[in-house]
């Protein structure tokens, strides 16, 4: 594996919740930050939530107390719980590190929220 793989994505109607997960390509005990980024149709890819190794989150004011980002070191493994969806949450999501790191970028999962 040499890129982040997401899942989880799918259709939800407004106010509906969906849980992302994402495998990273190396031991994310060495990544210092790591994130969920978004990409709607038209839009330029930025981040949403991020998490340090101490497990400090940060989230943009778009999601903020709507979203939690969480990290597994064991398994490896990036969350990103998403609750009251709205349709304007519909994008494609991504994880990577922050700074991203170009050679990680996978293909991303769909998120659609309509109703």
């Known amino acids: 594996q040499v890129q982040f793989v997401e899942s989880g994505g799918g259709l939800v109607q407004p106010g509906g919740s969906l849980r992302l997960s994402c495998t990273a390509p190396?031991?994310?005990?060495?990544?210092?930050?790591l994130g969920w980024y978004r990409q709607a149709p038209g839009k330029t890819r930025g981040w949403v939530a991020r998490i340090n190794a101490a497990e400090r989150t940060t989230y943009s004011d778009s999601v903020k107390g709507r979203f939690t980002i969480s990290r597994d070191n064991a398994k490896n493994t990036l969350y990103l719980q998403m609750n009251s969806l709205e349709p304007e949450d519909t994008a494609v999501y991504y994880c990577n590190e922050i700074p991203s790191n170009t050679n990680f970028w996978g293909q991303g999962t769909q998120v659609t929220v309509s109703s």
């Open positions: 190396r031991n994310i005990e060495t990544i210092g930050m």
